[in-house]
């Protein structure tokens, strides 16, 4: 009957390593995708400020 006691405390054992490890995991998925999204939007904001001066050379193109 000892056997029972000593297989719960081993199955929660192995429980808790994998909550741990699936916080982890999402932990590190987050963190990624946070900064993913960091990059995603520098690099919109670098396209914008490209496109304002592609056109204002535009504009002082035709303005000569």
Do not use: C, H
Not at 4 to 12: A, D, F, K
Not at 21 to 48: D, P, S, W
């Amino acid at each position: 009957m000892s056997s029972i006691p000593n297989l719960v405390t081993l199955l929660l054992v192995y429980f808790l390593w994998f909550l741990l490890l699936a916080g982890i995991v999402a932990a590190v998925v987050l963190a990624v995708r946070k900064r993913e999204k960091r990059r995603r939007e520098e690099f919109r904001r670098q396209v914008e400020q490209q496109n304002r001066e592609k056109e204002l050379e535009k504009m002082k193109i035709d303005d000569l």
